[in-house]
């Protein structure tokens, strides 16, 4: 592929710029506060468009696309039903989590449970961070350059990671969520190029929907191996979107930095919304990719790299790799934050300093943290590849812990007599109860083994409450003072966008 000097003008040009602004914007972080949750002061918009770039990254560019190539638009339920359960967690979720002033969602663990809880979680999320989230964004991205622009995949997975790496050690979250909203825009507006060309190449929509025939239903039999319509709208798909959108470091962080709780549920809300919109810049490609160019699509993967190589001309290759390269910076950059925020407060603060650790030494055990993360993902990033399929690897792993950590939530937010037994016991169960099914059931589709590992660990956890109720529900601590009401249009606002989801349904039935 020809790659000219504009595309590396245009390349060059806006990754500097998003990664000065971002530095400039961060450049007064000097407590944990600052540092870990921007001050507790974000604004709504900030707040979505920063969820929405943390979220998509090549994980989607390459993978969903590449399940869109050889599923179709089935996989777009991932995002349509990411869209209610935002809403669950707006009004359900956030409000409990705000009044309890935590920085992490382990530190809620110990809060209503006890120390140990908090522990084994924060454990969990640190390991899956760097052994699956982080991996699983460098390889990806990593692959999209190579298939793109030929750079060798393990150089294109440090360049990367030192990158994102650099200024999110120095700016914290302020400056990942100015860098995510710079490439947030980008990321969409270039997606949005990416479907134009697209329409344009096959000769119109009509033609795109003619030709997309089966590829274009949502709905798929209840036994599909990857799929099933159980799954999807009672199921197993309930479980990764309630942990991930809910209880995950890496999305609710910048919800937890919210300056009041409408401010945090409008940032929710407009994620929400463009929820609904991705499917339609990033699986409706994986399905033209499947119409305009199967014989060069070699592995699933490949799809949206080799369609952005054949539709792009020379000038806009640079601005298209810019919104990649920031898809991935605006996912690593989160996730190393959140990983970081993790390691600091929930083991470094709490078992080895004892709660005594000054400010300065937070943001500093915080930026060695960040920056370790970084060597580690990169070190084992290329493992991924021998895997499958990128997006298959990621969800499928996050199984082990979600549906532990799930359950313990659950029940700690609606069952004030829950023990702490009944949610470490839950949360180590997880991993065998879910390893067990995936050995014995192979070809039984993984959300089902998420749901069912769920229901045992939730039967576990109410015979362990009915055994050994707590004598009194625990004290939660003080809220920090920031306004918690929320509008009544907001609450019709969140309703409206599970309409608006059902119909989607509705039309591609």
């Known amino acids: 592929m020809t790659f000219g000097?504009?595309?590396?003008?245009?390349?060059?040009?806006?990754?500097?710029?998003?990664?000065?602004?971002?530095?400039?914007?961060?450049r007064k972080e000097e407590t944990g506060e600052d540092y870990f949750l921007a001050g507790r002061g974000l604004t709504w918009w900030l707040i979505g468009f920063s969820l929405i770039a943390s979220n998509i990254s090549t994980e989607h560019f390459v993978g969903m696309a590449g399940r869109g190539f050889e599923l179709g638009l089935a996989i777009a339920s991932y995002e349509w039903m990411a869209a209610i359960t935002l809403v669950l967690v707006a009004f359900f979720f956030l409000p409990k989590f705000l009044r309890a002033g935590i920085y992490t969602m382990p530190e809620y663990l110990e809060y209503r449970y006890n120390t140990t809880a908090r522990t084994i979680m924060a454990t969990f999320m640190m390991l899956a961070y760097v052994f699956v989230a982080l991996a699983t964004v460098l390889?990806?991205?990593?692959?999209?350059?190579?298939?793109?622009?030929?750079?060798?995949?393990?150089?294109?997975i440090w360049l990367i990671g030192l990158l994102a790496g650099f200024y999110t050690v120095y700016g914290g979250l302020k400056a990942v969520v100015w860098t995510d909203l710079l490439q947030g825009a980008a990321l969409l507006l270039g997606g949005l190029l990416v479907t134009v060309l697209g329409f344009q190449a096959l000769g119109g929509v009509d033609v795109?929907?003619?030709?997309?025939?089966?590829?274009?239903?949502?709905?798929?039999?209840?036994?599909?191996?990857?799929?099933?319509?159980?799954?999807?709208?009672?199921?197993?798909?309930?479980?990764?979107?309630l942990f991930y959108w809910g209880l995950n470091q890496f999305i609710t962080q910048r919800t937890l930095g919210a300056r009041s709780l409408e401010e945090g549920q409008k940032g929710i809300m407009l994620a929400a919304l463009l929820k609904l919109l991705i499917p339609f810049i990033i699986v409706f490609p994986g399905i033209m990719a499947a119409i305009l160019y199967p014989q060069e699509v070699t592995q699933a993967d490949q799809a949206y790299p080799v369609l952005i190589?054949?539709?792009?001309?020379?000038?806009?290759?640079?601005?298209?790799?810019?919104?990649?390269?920031g898809a991935v910076m605006s996912s690593l950059d989160s996730m190393l934050n959140s990983a970081a925020t993790i390691f600091t407060i929930d083991l470094y603060q709490r078992h080895w300093k004892k709660g005594q650790a000054t400010p300065r030494e937070l943001v500093t055990i915080g930026r060695v943290a960040t920056a370790a993360f970084v060597l580690f993902g990169c070190l084992w990033a290329p493992i991924v590849g021998r895997t499958g399929s990128v997006f298959q690897?990621?969800?499928?792993?996050?199984?082990?812990?979600?549906?532990?950590?799930?359950?313990?939530f659950l029940f700690g937010l609606f069952s004030k007599r829950t023990p702490p037994e009944a949610a470490i016991g839950a949360m180590l169960l997880g991993i065998p109860v879910y390893g067990l099914l995936l050995w014995k059931l192979p070809h039984v589709a993984f959300l089902h083994h998420m749901m069912i590992t769920f229901l045992v660990l939730a039967a576990f956890m109410w015979i362990v409450t009915k055994l050994r109720p707590l004598p009194e529900p625990p004290k939660m601590p003080d809220a920090p003072p920031i306004p918690m009401e929320?509008?009544?249009?907001l609450r019709r606002m969140g309703l409206g966008i599970v309409g608006l989801t059902a119909l989607l349904y509705l039309l591609f039935w």
């Open 5 to 26: 000097i504009v595309d590396l003008i245009a390349f060059v040009g806006f990754i500097a710029f998003v990664i000065g602004f971002s530095l400039y914007a961060s």
């Open 139 to 156: 390889y990806s991205g990593a692959l999209a350059l190579e298939a793109i622009f030929g750079l060798d995949t393990v150089l294109g």
């Open 208 to 241: 795109f929907f003619a030709q997309a025939g089966d590829k274009l239903h949502t709905v798929l039999p209840w036994d599909h191996p990857e799929m099933p319509w159980v799954a999807v709208f009672i199921g197993g798909l309930w479980i990764p979107n």
């Open 309 to 325: 190589r054949e539709l792009l001309p020379v000038g806009l290759r640079g601005i298209m790799l810019a919104a990649l390269f």
């Open 393 to 408: 690897y990621i969800q499928m792993f996050w199984g082990f812990i979600s549906p532990g950590i799930t359950a313990a």
């Open 486 to 489: 929320t509008s009544p249009r």
